[in-house]
């Protein structure tokens, strides 16, 4: 991954190398499964009504699974309720890009030498590309699902974002940049397009009637999860264009290449014929929702700043440092640099911790294969 004229080059069809790894996506991603648990009724009831009654394996796959923290324990609930309803043997699939660390994920599919679904006729596996492409053989795949991550885009649409560094702008309150509308839209139009290929692609790997479970950060009518957080991020790095180590024209060039849509924007491929996508999927349920904090409620509960202010930076910081990372020249410095940055944020947030609130809305649709 290299900085270039038009930001930085990831593998194919992604904006980024994926999550900080180590260990430290699963270590910070709490508020991430918090809003999966909230759509665990939604994958009940697809895992319910999957079509078992054919030959071979009954295939699972997940899209998005990061270090699989999250992703492992999604695969428990769906094959609590899958495996009772049949007697065939099933596979699991973890996905994510090719640079993504998959190496916690391996060694927690075997906990102690033992795999961690503990039925002998689930065999699990990991496959690396991305989900807007066609990972898997047509027609073997009876349960997609994927979380918190088709927000992240397949390419950037825009060279720079000279405001901010988020496409979807900065809060009302805080105020502290600015997003052109003629590049927002050019952010919906692409997340739009990107929802259209993920589900031709989904849909080329979904035997008739198998489910596919969309979930993804999003935004409603009152707030949006890049609020606060991107606020304080954006603040941050100006702090260091500020002092002189990042120039201007670098910090036009850089943004987080994340859309938050609504649900209107992303239920709106399953039926607009722009995207390619319509008629291949039926639309079983939709939902809008907020969900508790997990560093916001300790923050309330025990008014330890420091604390908070660590747990709000690490969470970002999971998901944003690979781009940010690969935004800034490369230099002996950039580590050091990037590690200065998420320190100012926790410096930020320390000294006004009412300037930066944050809040997670999720968005999500349950989907049948047409046909
Ligand atoms: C915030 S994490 C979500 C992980 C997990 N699903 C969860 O909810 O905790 C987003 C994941 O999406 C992955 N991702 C981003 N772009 C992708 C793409 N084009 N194809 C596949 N995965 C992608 C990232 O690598 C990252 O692991």
Not at 63 to 90: K, W, Y
Not at 121 to 134: C, I, K, L, N, P
Not at 194 to 221: C, H, M, S, Y
Not at 280 to 305: H, M, W
Request: overall charge negative; charged content about 20%.
């Amino acid at each position: 991954m290299s900085a270039s004229e038009d930001g930085p080059t990831f593998s194919t069809h992604s904006t980024t190398s994926g999550m900080v790894g180590g260990g430290f996506y699963n270590a910070n991603s709490s508020p991430q499964w918090n809003a999966i648990e909230a759509v665990l009724p939604m994958l009940d009831k697809a895992t319910n009504s999957l079509p078992v009654d054919c030959p071979g394996p009954v295939c699972l796959a997940d899209f998005g699974c990061s270090e699989g923290r999250n992703s492992i324990a999604v695969m428990q609930r769906a094959l609590t309720s899958l495996l009772p309803h049949t007697d065939r043997p099933v596979q699991t699939i973890h996905s994510d890009l090719p640079t993504n660390d998959f190496s916690k994920l391996f060694l927690n599919l075997q906990p102690g030498g033992k795999p961690v679904f503990e039925s002998d006729r689930v065999y699990s596996a990991a496959v690396g590309g991305s989900m807007y492409d066609q990972l898997l053989p047509d027609r073997s795949v009876h349960l997609a699902t994927t979380f918190n991550a088709i927000g992240f885009l397949s390419r950037r649409p825009v060279k720079t974002l000279p405001g901010y560094i988020f496409p979807n702008g900065p809060s009302k309150e805080r105020a502290n940049g600015f997003v052109a509308e003629e590049d927002r839209k050019a952010f919906a139009a692409q997340a739009k397009q990107d929802v259209g290929t993920f589900l031709q692609k989904r849909a080329r790997e979904l035997i008739p009637g198998g489910k596919l479970l969309v979930q993804v950060f999003g935004a409603n009518e009152t707030a949006s999860t890049c609020n606060g957080l991107y606020d304080l991020l954006n603040d941050a790095v100006l702090a260091h264009v500020d002092l002189g180590e990042i120039s201007r024209e670098t910090y036009e060039r850089y943004y987080q290449p994340v859309y938050m849509r609504t649900l209107d924007e992303l239920v709106a491929p399953v039926t607009d014929e722009t995207y390619g996508a319509n008629g291949l999927f039926d639309i079983d349920q939709t939902k809008s929702y907020e969900i508790a904090v997990p560093f916001n409620e300790r923050f309330q509960s025990d008014g330890d700043l420091d604390r908070y202010a660590r747990d709000y930076v690490n969470f970002f910081r999971a998901f944003t440092e690979a781009v940010l990372s690969g935004a800034l020249p490369e230099t002996p410095d950039r580590g050091k640099l990037v590690e200065r940055i998420y320190d100012t944020a926790v410096d930020l947030l320390k000294a006004h911790p009412d300037r930066y609130p944050f809040r997670y809305i999720a968005i999500a649709m349950l989907l049948t294969r047409a046909g």
